[in-house]
């Protein structure tokens, strides 16, 4: 190995915990942050005044585990659900600490992906400790807006900024899911539905999956309001309005799981009906060619006395009764009204 990677890879086990910590900011009581270097964190969450601080870690870095359980300024309830692999949403107050585990929609680079993943957090009114073993849309939109000077004057107001980029990104979901139901909608009222039973699996197993998240978020913040409302108005009051809107979301999401429902039961029905047109007609195709065939067969044997046999165009006297047969049970078949 090389001198450069074996002093890399040195670094790397002997580093400071806090050299896991993805970014940390200090807010001011006007709300403006500033970044706090990594080595600096432990220094700041420890120095008192009137600024409160973010700090937001990767949960697939070890070293930012080992900062959980040595440095945090945490209860150790708190550090377990930071550090704990379980995906069951929580939200919990331990004294002064609000302790959760929300859903969030996986960021990949650029855009926002479909996976639903988990962000942790432990906050107080000075601090805001936040987890995740992917990177996250609300998170990272959020630090971008502070890098482009939003501010934020309370740990509520932040939390609240990231609740509001996944309702919203959420939203922008919906609105998508019910522009591809309109699409299949269309292709299902007008042509075969080829492939629009499977796109519409696809959307309602999404709805599906984010309607089972909402719902489990908004009971969260509805018990958490009243348990607030005793020691912070302000946070109950911020809670109640953040599932008050996903309510509302959750309400537009239903409606798609629901209409995406009605559209594959009325994709299957068509499905169906052309199934048996098509086996109708495969039936009445076998019906009138079925006596033919027994015509046909019956000249095929190779007996003495054949009809035809030694008669000039025997051929087309058998072939005319073939198809006389045939006609005959067309007849019936449409006498009986089973056309």
């Known amino acids: 190995m090389p001198a450069s990677a074996r002093t890399h890879a040195i670094d790397l086990a002997n580093g400071h915990p806090a050299t896991g910590i993805v970014w940390a900011f200090r807010f001011a009581a006007d709300g403006t942050a500033?970044?706090?270097?990594?080595?600096?964190v432990d220094e700041s969450l420890r120095a008192p005044g009137d600024t409160w601080i973010w700090v937001h870690l990767a949960l697939a870095d070890n070293r930012c585990r080992g900062w959980i359980a040595q440095h945090a300024p945490i209860s150790e309830l708190a550090r377990e659900v930071l550090a704990s692999p379980e995906k069951h949403l929580r939200l919990d107050v331990l004294g002064d600490e609000i302790v959760g585990v929300v859903p969030d929609l996986q960021q990949d680079f650029v855009e926002t992906g479909e996976d639903l993943v988990r962000l942790r957090f432990v906050m107080t009114d000075r601090m805001m400790i936040t987890a995740r073993q992917h990177p996250v849309h609300s998170v990272e939109h959020v630090r971008r807006a502070?890098?482009?000077?939003?501010?934020?004057?309370?740990?509520?107001?932040?939390?609240?900024?990231?609740?509001?980029?996944?309702?919203d990104a959420i939203a922008q979901?919906?609105?998508?899911?019910?522009?591809?139901?309109?699409?299949?909608e269309e292709n299902v009222m007008r042509d075969e539905p080829a492939d629009e039973q499977r796109r519409v699996g696809k959307v309602r197993l999404q709805a599906a999956r984010v309607h089972r998240q909402l719902a489990q978020l908004k009971a969260m913040f509805a018990r958490l309001e009243p348990r607030l409302a005793a020691h912070n108005k302000q946070a109950a009051e911020a809670v109640g309005a953040l599932a008050h809107k996903l309510e509302a979301i959750d309400h537009e999401i239903g409606s798609i799981y629901e209409r995406s429902r009605l559209l594959l039961d009325e994709a299957a029905a068509k499905v169906s009906a052309i199934t048996n047109k098509r086996l109708f007609t495969l039936?009445?195709?076998t019906a009138c060619l079925l006596p033919p065939t027994l015509v046909t067969g019956f000249f095929g044997m190779n007996t003495k006395d054949m009809p035809f046999q030694n008669t000039d165009g025997g051929t087309w006297m058998a072939l005319l009764v073939a198809f006389a047969a045939g006609a005959i049970s067309f007849w019936a078949l449409r006498k009986m009204r089973a056309l």
């Open 283 to 285: 039936s009445i195709l």
């Open 34 to 40: 500033e970044r706090i270097a990594n080595d600096k």
């Open 173 to 184: 979901m919906g609105e998508a899911l019910g522009g591809e139901l309109d699409v299949i």
């Open 146 to 167: 502070i890098e482009s000077g939003k501010r934020f004057p309370s740990v509520v107001s932040f939390l609240d900024a990231i609740i509001d980029h996944f309702a």
